[in-house]
């Protein structure tokens, strides 16, 4: 791709070289040895540790020898997902990035600028001679979008900054100074399969917007997993059937834009009639968030199947249909903010047992333990096999923080006016460093992302300039 007349062209260059490593979280080796690499080939000291997170020093530039030094954090790794007729392999392709106007997209992928425009832009400041700037430890860490565990097996004794700028937010016009907690909640119900003879419906819940479970789970995007739930639920009591398999999601904190059941039954045109029923009265009442909601059934012919049991069956729709999903409550203290959260994003159907991986956020870690609470007791109907894993703690803010002074003053100076400063509803690093060194001065910024962990990513070019421009304007500024 060229990007012969952009006026921070690098930044773009190293991102296209990054979107041709596979770098979906859990495979982080191949990106890891770039950033290496890079380190190396312009002679800078770095340290490559057992999770594959990076650290790469940078002496202070002329006039900032002796300045305090600043940590700058992107993390290496980036959702997966795929349109249907996709052909890529993860594991294997990198990704085809397309210039569409200002936006850079994804040829039916994620595109993976949450995160790797902030590295991009890290390495692009690293790799120049021409940028002043205060000594810089650049921290890439590895497999935030699966529960920071990069971060959280960080080394932090090799970082002597107090001071950390995180370039993982989303809008060019806002400063983040504070994010919520959270952990991963797994239930697993357990199943007794049957053989059973006759005809095999599956049916697919499609085309709803999905997205970021934390900072769009207040936006209208309703989850695939709960409304094939809700099917069931009204089909129940007009067609006798029994599920053969029920899955939707492979991310936790993604909400599943897709799901599918398919189901054993003696009455494949009632339960064809009824299921279609049941989806124009759910469209009815979310057409307006979700209009481009559909249900494609198919017939699958009559053979023998091994399907759950008409307990299990039961089971697996009751919960569906019983357990919280979505927002739980809304800040008191600050207007519009999500303060407690879950989502279903992963719902798979095993040998001997279906396992429903939530996704639970808030900004309190009190909240965040009663929900725990919560989900545990409502699962105590269905089965004792529960899990909580991957905690990471709240971000808090600090009000005497120096960075937010210099930010919004470079800000006022670039753009004229005064930047948004928000509290967000989803997990961010800074959380993880914060805990871990004492008095951290920490703020996020970023440039406009849309659609991120969905395959209509898109990541705005004049913003990401903006954006860069901003970062280079605070980093030559005396803190």
Known sequence: ??????????????????????????????????????????????????????????????????????????????????????????????????????????????????????????????????????????????????GMLGAIELDFKALRSKRMINIDSEEDDTLTVSCAGGSDFVVNIPVVKDNKTGTAVSMTVHSLKGGHSGVEINKGRHNADIIIGKILNDIKNS???????????????????????????????????????????????????????????????????????????????????????????????????????????????????????????SNKDKELAALQVRVKEVSKKFTNDTESFGQYPAWEYKSDSKLQTVYKKCYKAQYGKEPKVEAIHAGLECAVFASRIKGLDCISMGPNLFDVHTVNEKLSIKSTESTYELLLKILKSKV
């Open 1 to 146: 791709m060229d990007f012969k007349g952009f006026k921070h062209s690098r930044i773009f260059e190293i991102f296209c070289d990054l979107a041709k490593i596979p770098h979906g979280s859990g495979d982080m080796k191949k990106i890891a040895r770039y950033c290496a690499d890079f380190a190396e080939e312009h002679n800078l000291r770095y340290i490559r540790d057992e999770a594959d997170n990076v650290i790469i020093f940078k002496n202070g530039t002329l006039g900032f020898e002796k300045a305090e030094p600043i940590i700058l954090q992107g993390h290496l790794d980036m959702v997966c997902q795929k349109t249907n007729d996709s052909k890529i392999d993860f594991s294997t392709d990198g990704i085809t990035v397309i210039k569409d106007g200002d936006f850079l997209k994804a040829d039916g992928t994620t595109l993976g600028a949450d995160n790797g425009i902030a590295v991009a832009m890290i390495l692009s400041i690293l790799g120049s001679d021409k940028i002043p700037h205060p000594p810089i430890e650049a921290v890439f860490t590895t497999d935030e979008e699966v």
């Open 239 to 361: 067609c006798e059937f029994n599920i053969i398999s029920i899955n939707g999601g492979d991310k936790a904190n993604a909400i599943p834009n897709s799901s599918n059941v398919v189901v054993y039954t003696k009455n494949p045109v009632l339960l064809v009639e009824t299921a279609k029923k049941a989806y124009d009265e759910i469209y009815s009442k979310i057409s307006t968030d979700e209009p481009l909601f559909s249900v494609s059934v198919k017939n699958l012919g009559g053979r023998e199947h091994l399907a759950l049991n008409d307990t299990a069956t039961q089971k697996i729709i009751e919960f569906l249909n019983t357990v919280p999903n979505g927002v739980v409550k809304m800040s008191d203290e600050i207007e519009g903010l999500v303060e407690t959260s879950l989502n279903l994003g992963i719902l798979r159907t095993e040998e001997n047992s279906v396992v429903f991986h939530f996704a639970l956020r």
